[in-house]
């Protein structure tokens, strides 16, 4: 579970075991290795070392709807003012590492 704080003020907790998939993830599955998670001062998401991250729009519309997105949001109106560089920054208020 992640508390994070997005750039315009929307807050949430976000569970995101389901979306921490394949290879790249595997460490970062693990109580110790899910404690390593920071926010990436470029890209304003979380990241695991080994490369594992997370998209912040998708993070941003979970914790805004509800839902895990299922469609490309550049395919969605005013997208890019969502997705715009720096327009998405989390942070990560909390970790829970009992996974």
Do not use: K, S
Not at 39 to 54: N, S
């Amino acid at each position: 579970m992640l508390v994070i704080t997005f750039a315009d003020g929307l807050q949430g907790e976000i569970d995101i075991l389901e979306r921490m998939r394949g290879p790249v993830f595997e460490a970062a599955r693990t109580p110790e290795g899910f404690a390593n998670v920071e926010v990436d001062a470029e890209t304003g998401t979380v990241i695991w070392p080994g490369g594992a991250d997370l998209a912040p729009d998708t993070l941003y519309e979970r914790v805004r709807t509800g839902t895990w997105p299922h469609q490309n949001l550049a395919a969605r109106p005013n997208a890019a003012a969502r997705t715009a560089p720096g327009a998405i920054r989390c942070v990560v208020g909390e970790v829970a590492t009992a996974l």
